[in-house]
């Protein structure tokens, strides 16, 4: 063995010598014709080919997509196979992520191909200043598979590892909710359209109080939307479907979108349109949100003034004249106090339904209203709020939902009582779960149902009393109405 050594030494030895004599004293056309002649019978007699994956593509060094996907694919189906690996951690979580370490190499099948995926890195010889450190050490996968599979890896093999490993990234990821900022922040150094925080509303469809009818109807429809992707692209629509949520206050709106969020695992783009300067800017904010999310508008009918602007506008021209005569650092306060947002209705409906919107994908829109009727028929029709959901008062269904939430209760003879009062009474779901929260350790079920009774009779005497007011009211309007037309 240690002659074996010895003799391995000296035909290494020898070699580097023939190499640098090689480099140094034969002419660079030569050598370069030479390593030409090589490199061609090298590739004829290897039966392999090998194709690589950098991390940053692009002339501003974009981290690639794909290379992200084969990162999350190796790190959930090769970290088993690999002897070496790097531990690390996602930021907001205290579990550790295994990948594969520098220069490890894993093999993987698929239909009955082998191949051979390994990590590996550039790092540059000399010291350079640079504004993107991050981009000096250049790492890149290398797959190398058998030439006769060439047709199998790069037409099925290669989608299947992207589609794996953004599924994976989808499964794994942390839900966001997003705020739109205002456009004088969008510019500057690490400056963006949107801040978020973490997405973590527990409130789920199991949680909801509604009837239990209803939310698997509307379970259902969110199910079949989101495996509808070939379905929507084979009738020539955009994938997208829009929800009108409407009802009183109290009645469970936004604890409806935090449910469907969590039943779809999609983000939430909660969107302030009194922030949005005009209809460029909206298009924009609609452009820069991702896919698999849901846009929210809470209380439209109170966000903007879609229908009286042009009112305004006629108004403002008819007033031009008299402000002439104002001095005009008075007249540019007055004007900055009165400013609105220019976004139209029209700018509206092509945020939802118009070319625009059929930029990305999977992607639900959400309308809130406490006022169905102040709405544009235009704003709401079918194909842009494709489906329509009533959120009103508090039923029986509803009822025993919270009251197995708040107060682990699934059957007590109350329940027969605060039956027939709710069909008596009307009271926001809301409203039940505070009187059904007990308020210390000594309040029992029994305690918080009856403080429930008393609630609804409080509230049906005060309906009454209202009513026998408005009655009332019109009574002596109807009086004076009459009067009135007696002495004309």
């Not at 004599?21 to 080919?49: C, M, N």
């Not at 190499?105 to 504004?131: C, H």
């Not at 079918?382 to 699934?410: P, Q, T, W």
């Not at 329940?415 to 779901?429: H, Q, S, V, W, Y």
């Amino acid at each position: 063995m240690q002659d074996l050594f010895i003799q391995l030494s000296s035909a290494v030895g020898g070699l580097m010598i023939i190499m640098a004599l090689f480099r140094d004293h034969f002419p660079p056309q030569l050598r370069d014709l030479l390593e030409k002649y090589t490199s061609k019978l090298v590739r004829l007699l290897y039966p392999y080919i090998e194709i690589t994956f950098p991390e940053y593509t692009g002339e501003w060094f974009k981290k690639s997509d794909v290379y992200t996907a084969i990162q999350n694919y190796l790190t959930e189906k090769a970290t088993m196979r690999a002897k070496k690996l790097k531990a690390d951690t996602i930021k907001g979580s205290q579990s550790l992520i295994l990948t594969m370490a520098d220069n490890e190499e894993v093999t993987d099948k698929f239909q009955g191909a082998k191949l051979w995926w390994s990590s590996n890195k550039i790092v540059p010889r000399g010291m350079s200043l640079s504004f993107y450190p991050a981009t000096e050490e250049r790492r890149f996968y290398r797959l190398t598979f058998h030439k006769r599979h060439r047709d199998l890896i790069t037409d099925t093999y290669i989608k299947h590892v992207v589609n794996e490993g953004k599924a994976i990234a989808m499964k794994n990821r942390q839900r966001k909710l997003f705020t739109n900022t205002p456009s004088g922040n969008w510019s500057g150094y690490k400056s963006t359209k949107w801040n978020h925080v973490v997405f973590e509303h527990p409130a789920t469809f199991d949680t909801l109080a509604m009837e239990p009818k209803k939310k698997q109807e509307i379970m259902s429809d969110l199910k079949k939307f989101s495996e509808g992707k070939e379905y929507y692209k084979k009738i020539g629509k955009a994938w997208k479907r829009g929800y009108l949520l409407y009802g009183p206050p109290g009645t469970g709106k936004s604890t409806m979108i935090a449910a469907m969020a969590n039943f779809m695992s999609y983000d939430v783009y909660d969107l302030e349109l009194t922030t949005v300067k005009d209809n460029s800017e909206l298009r924009k904010l609609l452009i820069d949100t991702s896919g698999k999310s849901i846009i929210v508008i809470e209380d439209i009918d109170c966000s903007l003034d879609l229908t009286g602007q042009r009112k305004k506008a006629k108004k403002k021209k008819e007033d031009d004249k008299d402000e002439e005569g104002k001095d005009p650092a008075k007249k540019m306060k007055e004007e900055e106090e009165t400013k609105e947002s220019k976004v139209t209705l029209s700018g509206l409906l092509n945020f939802i339904d118009g070319i625009w919107s059929a930029c990305g994908g999977e992607r639900i829109i959400i309308f809130t209203t406490n006022f169905f009727d102040k709405l544009d028929p235009a704003l709401i029709r079918r194909g842009r709020m494709d489906k329509h959901i009533e959120m009103s008062y508090c039923c029986l269904e509803a009822f025993k939902v919270l009251a197995n939430n708040y107060l682990d209760v699934e059957s007590h003879p109350l329940f027969g009582t605060i039956e027939a009062m709710l069909k008596e009474t009307n009271m926001t779901p809301a409203d039940v779960a505070e009187n059904l929260m007990p308020k210390s350790s000594t309040e029992t079920p029994e305690t918080c149902l009856r403080s429930l009774i008393n609630a609804l009779e409080e509230a049906k005497e005060e309906a009454a009393r209202k009513k026998a007011e408005e009655e009332e009211e019109a009574k002596k309007k109807a009086e004076e109405e009459e009067e009135a037309k007696k002495k004309s």
